[in-house]
């Protein structure tokens, strides 16, 4: 069975500064999928970022980035640049081909004026 | 609109009562997954679906059961609810390959 650990329970940055939120994964799945999810206080689960296992360039969505670390079974989120409205509790999750999908604990973020 | 839908949004109920929580989907996703959200625990599968008539147990499944019977609706039901599973739950599904979950907007249960 895979594990997904966040190891930082709350993180807080300046607006307009850069924060880099952890996760890492054991699997012995060679094919699947990480994503980066976003849940503001409304408690919807927005998409952030997905990167596919076998791709190994590192997946961007504006703002946003990744460092998959496939061998060190890393993945990171990078948030540049960052808005207030960022202000969430983001989840790192593994999804395999087939089977169970996996979360972490999430991260609290806070973006302070 | 693409959407995951979950009925009812809020419900508070008596330990032992059962009850059902629905989902649908309007997507024909094949597979749809129940989680339960609880405070510093993050999301925890329940039960998934890979199609019709096929389920398996996620990581807690005891004290819940579910249905496929047909491709867009996947209801959770706790037959005797208990108050440790008063709960955020969150109904998902996903297109083929599992390339993204689309999720519902959450139920929010208290059993007393």
């Not at chain 1, 799945?29 to 206080?41: A, G, V």
């Not at chain 2, 108050?83 to 249960?109: D, E």
């Amino acid at each position: 069975a895979q594990t997904v650990t966040q190891s930082q329970p709350e993180m807080s940055v300046q607006e307009a500064e850069t924060v880099t939120l952890s996760c890492t994964y054991d699997t012995s799945e060679s094919n699947y999928y990480l994503f980066w999810y976003k849940q503001p206080p409304s408690r919807q689960m927005i998409l952030v970022i997905r990167q596919e296992a076998y791709k190994q360039q590192n997946a961007t969505e504006n703002r946003f980035s990744v460092n998959f670390q496939k061998a060190a079974k890393s993945f990171s989120l990078k948030i540049s640049d960052s808005q207030l409205g960022d202000t969430a509790m983001y989840f790192c999750a593994f999804e395999p081909n087939a089977g169970k999908s996996t979360f972490g604990d999430g991260t609290t973020l806070t973006v302070k004026p | 609109e693409a959407q995951v839908t979950q009925n009812p949004r809020y419900l508070i109920t008596v330990t032992g009562k059962k009850l059902t929580v629905t989902c649908s989907q309007n997507m024909n996703h094949e597979y749809m997954s129940w989680y339960r959200q609880d405070p510093g625990l993050g999301l925890r599968q329940i039960y998934y679906s890979m199609n019709v008539e096929v389920t398996d147990k996620g990581d807690v499944p005891e004290g819940y059961k579910v249905s496929r019977k047909e491709k867009r609706n996947f209801p959770l039901i706790l037959e005797s609810p208990s108050p440790n599973q008063t709960s955020l739950y969150f109904c998902a599904s996903s297109p083929p390959g599992r390339t993204k979950q689309y999720f519902g907007p959450g139920t929010r249960l208290t059993v007393t």
